[in-house]
Nanobody, 118 residues
């Protein structure tokens, strides 16, 4: 069973930056699309950014130009660099791994809280 552990969340002022990390329990990046989702208070979970097995990236409109998803295969870690944060970015951020074939399944981390506030 693939396990994902997020870290790096916290309280930051508007305009600040944070880098989230998602460490996988094993080497999976060649078989999974890795994504970051977030769930703002009282709202549904939404996709923020994805990185494919071929290193292609995709971003939600709200993240374009401010967030960068990347990964370190040697460390089994995916990152989300978030810059120019606003209060609207406040949410629980979740790491997601979606297998390239159905039998690999879908895996979620436990989430990390990001709060943007003065």
């Amino acid at each position: 069973q693939v396990q994902l552990v997020e870290s790096g969340g916290g309280l930051v002022q508007p305009g600040g930056s944070l880098r989230l990390s998602c460490e996988a329990s094993e080497s999976i990046f060649s078989m999974y699309i890795m994504s970051w989702y977030r769930q703002p208070p009282g709202k549904q979970r939404e996709l923020v950014a994805s990185i494919s097995t071929a290193d292609n990236t995709d971003y939600a409109d709200s993240a374009k130009g401010r967030f960068t998803i990347s990964r370190d295969d040697a460390e089994n870690t995916v990152y989300l660099q978030m810059n120019d944060l606003t209060p609207e970015d406040t949410a629980v951020y979740y790491c997601n791994a979606q297998g390239m074939i159905p039998t690999l399944g879908v895996h979620w981390g436990q989430g990390t809280q990001v709060t943007v506030s003065t």
